[in-house]
Protein backbone atom coordinates (compact mmCIF):
# COMPACT_ATOMS: atom_id res chain seq x y z
CA UNK A 1 0.00 0.00 0.00
CA UNK A 2 1.18 3.24 -1.23
CA UNK A 3 1.56 6.39 1.09
CA UNK A 4 -1.14 8.26 -1.02
CA UNK A 5 -3.48 5.24 -0.26
CA UNK A 6 -2.88 5.26 3.21
CA UNK A 7 -3.62 8.90 3.26
CA UNK A 8 -6.86 8.47 1.73
CA UNK A 9 -8.23 5.62 3.99
CA UNK A 10 -7.22 7.62 6.50
CA UNK A 11 -9.18 10.56 5.90
CA UNK A 12 -12.11 8.57 4.94
CA UNK A 13 -11.63 7.30 7.94
CA UNK A 14 -11.59 10.58 10.20
CA UNK A 15 -13.92 12.38 8.02
CA UNK A 16 -16.47 9.85 9.20
CA UNK A 17 -14.81 9.47 13.03
CA UNK A 18 -14.67 12.88 13.66
CA UNK A 19 -18.49 14.36 13.33
CA UNK A 20 -19.35 11.04 15.74
CA UNK A 21 -17.09 13.15 18.77
CA UNK A 22 -20.24 15.23 19.20
CA UNK A 23 -22.13 12.35 20.10
CA UNK A 24 -21.50 12.48 23.71
CA UNK A 25 -22.72 16.30 23.98
CA UNK A 26 -25.28 15.45 21.64
CA UNK A 27 -26.18 12.70 24.42
CA UNK A 28 -26.04 15.00 27.60
CA UNK A 29 -28.15 17.80 26.15
CA UNK A 30 -31.06 14.96 24.90
CA UNK A 31 -31.00 13.23 28.32
CA UNK A 32 -30.62 16.47 30.70
CA UNK A 33 -32.41 18.61 28.65
CA UNK A 34 -30.36 21.26 29.66
CA UNK A 35 -29.08 24.19 27.43
CA UNK A 36 -26.78 26.10 29.66
CA UNK A 37 -23.12 26.82 27.73
CA UNK A 38 -24.92 26.16 24.51
CA UNK A 39 -24.77 29.07 21.90
CA UNK A 40 -27.54 28.70 19.32
CA UNK A 41 -25.42 31.13 17.25
CA UNK A 42 -22.70 29.20 17.29
CA UNK A 43 -24.09 25.80 16.21
CA UNK A 44 -26.09 27.81 13.12
CA UNK A 45 -22.96 29.10 12.27
CA UNK A 46 -21.44 25.49 11.99
CA UNK A 47 -24.43 24.59 10.40
CA UNK A 48 -24.24 27.61 8.03
CA UNK A 49 -20.40 27.47 6.94
CA UNK A 50 -20.56 23.93 6.79
CA UNK A 51 -22.27 24.07 3.42
CA UNK A 52 -19.51 25.84 2.02
CA UNK A 53 -16.86 22.45 2.27
CA UNK A 54 -19.55 20.08 1.28
CA UNK A 55 -20.54 22.25 -2.01
CA UNK A 56 -16.73 21.95 -2.95
CA UNK A 57 -16.32 18.54 -2.01
CA UNK A 58 -19.67 17.76 -3.87
CA UNK A 59 -18.18 19.88 -7.37
CA UNK A 60 -14.68 18.05 -6.85
CA UNK A 61 -16.07 14.76 -6.40
CA UNK A 62 -14.10 14.64 -3.03
CA UNK A 63 -16.60 11.31 -1.64
CA UNK A 64 -14.71 11.33 1.93
CA UNK A 65 -15.32 15.46 2.46
CA UNK A 66 -18.88 15.18 1.22
CA UNK A 67 -19.72 12.08 3.98
CA UNK A 68 -17.87 14.16 6.50
CA UNK A 69 -19.43 17.58 5.51
CA UNK A 70 -23.21 15.56 5.39
CA UNK A 71 -22.33 14.17 8.92
CA UNK A 72 -21.53 17.44 10.34
CA UNK A 73 -24.81 18.79 8.96
CA UNK A 74 -26.97 16.51 10.72
CA UNK A 75 -25.44 16.73 13.85
CA UNK A 76 -25.42 20.27 13.60
CA UNK A 77 -29.55 19.91 12.93
CA UNK A 78 -29.34 17.60 16.13
CA UNK A 79 -27.83 20.23 18.48
CA UNK A 80 -29.92 23.27 17.30
CA UNK A 81 -32.87 20.82 17.75
CA UNK A 82 -32.13 20.09 20.93
CA UNK A 83 -31.29 23.66 22.20
CA UNK A 84 -34.41 25.45 20.71
CA UNK A 85 -36.68 22.25 22.53
CA UNK A 86 -34.94 22.81 25.78
CA UNK A 87 -33.93 26.00 25.63
CA UNK A 88 -37.58 27.26 28.32
CA UNK A 89 -37.29 23.85 30.23
CA UNK A 90 -37.99 25.34 33.70
CA UNK A 91 -38.35 28.90 32.72
CA UNK A 92 -41.10 31.11 33.43
CA UNK A 93 -41.15 33.36 30.21
CA UNK A 94 -40.72 33.04 26.91
CA UNK A 95 -37.56 36.05 26.87
CA UNK A 96 -34.62 33.82 25.92
CA UNK A 97 -36.73 31.48 23.61
CA UNK A 98 -37.53 34.97 21.58
CA UNK A 99 -34.17 36.19 21.90
CA UNK A 100 -32.39 32.50 20.55
CA UNK A 101 -35.17 33.31 17.32
CA UNK A 102 -33.78 36.91 17.00
CA UNK A 103 -30.63 35.92 17.07
CA UNK A 104 -30.93 32.86 14.62
CA UNK A 105 -32.93 35.03 12.08
CA UNK A 106 -29.94 37.72 12.72
CA UNK A 107 -27.35 35.19 11.54
CA UNK A 108 -29.87 34.35 8.57
CA UNK A 109 -30.10 37.51 7.69
CA UNK A 110 -26.57 38.13 7.76
CA UNK A 111 -25.61 35.18 5.36
CA UNK A 112 -28.28 35.87 3.20
CA UNK A 113 -26.56 39.27 2.21
CA UNK A 114 -23.35 37.90 2.17
CA UNK A 115 -24.13 34.97 -0.15
CA UNK A 116 -26.15 37.68 -2.61
CA UNK A 117 -22.87 39.97 -2.40
CA UNK A 118 -20.75 36.82 -3.19
CA UNK A 119 -22.91 36.23 -6.55
CA UNK A 120 -23.05 39.60 -7.45
CA UNK A 121 -19.60 39.61 -7.80
CA UNK A 122 -19.64 36.43 -9.02
CA UNK A 123 -21.80 37.33 -12.18
CA UNK A 124 -19.91 40.69 -12.30
CA UNK A 125 -16.79 38.47 -13.28
CA UNK A 126 -18.38 36.40 -15.91
CA UNK A 127 -20.20 39.78 -17.47
CA UNK A 128 -16.63 40.76 -17.32
CA UNK A 129 -14.75 37.84 -18.67
CA UNK A 130 -17.77 37.89 -21.90
CA UNK A 131 -17.38 41.46 -23.00
CA UNK A 132 -13.76 40.29 -23.09
CA UNK A 133 -14.13 37.51 -25.57
CA UNK A 134 -16.84 38.69 -27.55
CA UNK A 135 -14.80 42.23 -28.04
Known sequence: MS???LIGISMFAVGLIMPLTQ???I???YTTQVTTG???ETWVMYLLCGFVPLIYAYINK???LILSNILWIIVDLVMIAGILKFNNVGKSSNFSYLVTVNS???IFSMLGFVLLSTAFVLLSLDLMKYK???V
Open 3 to 5: SKQ
Open 27 to 29: RIL
Open 38 to 40: LSI
Open 62 to 64: LIP
Open 104 to 106: VGK
Open 23 to 25: LPQ
Open 132 to 134: ERN
